[in-house]
């Protein structure tokens, strides 16, 4: 059985690549997404796949940092779209060698509040 840090770590690969039926490919039919931020949820593995290839297009989605166990997974990922740089930092979980949900972030840059030095 595939590791979610390894199923993870390979979704972000061919989400980068653009190998969009690869990637649903690792995900359970019933995959939810929540993202808090905009309270939004994604049902469904192939609503996450058509709304992540539509906000990614032409983005490159470089993983800096997985880990994880058997069942979850955390990734931090920056998302290079040209004019504007965003991070995700996504928690997965998964079961049977598929993701099953994922809760996912998207902090955005913003100037300091103080000086920090």
Do not use: C
């Not at 390894?6 to 939810?32: M, Q, T, Y």
């Not at 992540?52 to 993983?63: D, F, T």
């Amino acid at each position: 059985m595939t590791s979610a840090v390894v199923l993870a770590g390979r979704l972000w690969a061919h989400i980068d690549d653009g190998k969009w039926l690869e990637a649903r490919a690792l995900l359970a039919d019933g995959f939810r997404a929540d993202w808090p931020q905009t309270e939004e949820e994604v049902l469904g593995a192939d609503r996450y796949i058509e709304v992540n290839r539509n906000l990614l297009a032409g983005a490159r989605s470089i993983l800096l940092e997985a880990a994880g166990t058997d069942d979850w997974a955390t990734t931090r990922v920056l998302i290079d779209k040209g004019e504007r740089m965003l991070w995700a930092v996504s928690f997965w979980n998964a079961r049977d060698g598929k993701l099953i949900d994922a809760v996912e972030y998207f902090p955005l840059p913003k100037d300091p509040k103080f000086e920090t030095h």
